[in-house]
C-alpha cells in the first residue's frame, strides 16, 4: 500500500519508487503485479505521469484512514 500511496503523491512512478526506496523496475513489477491480482487498475498512465483511477482513488483513501 506504501507503493501506491508514494505513485500517487509524486505523480509518477519513478519518484513514487524512489520516495518508497525501491528501484524503479521492482516498483512496476509491484503495481503490475497489485493490479493483475485484483484485476483492477490503480493508476492511468500517462506520457509524462500517472494519475489515479476511481478505484486508486478510494484505495489511496482507505491506505491514509
Not at 44 to 59: K, M
Amino acid at each position: 500500500m506504501k507503493l501506491v500511496v508514494c505513485i500517487a503523491d509524486a505523480g509518477s512512478i519513478t519518484q513514487g519508487a524512489r520516495d518508497a526506496c525501491l528501484a524503479v523496475g521492482s516498483a512496476s513489477e509491484r503495481l503490475k503485479s497489485m493490479e493483475e491480482d485484483t484485476g483492477v487498475k490503480f493508476f492511468s498512465r500517462h506520457p509524462r505521469g500517472v494519475s489515479l483511477t476511481d478505484a486508486g482513488e478510494i484505495l489511496v483513501g482507505h491506505a491514509r484512514e
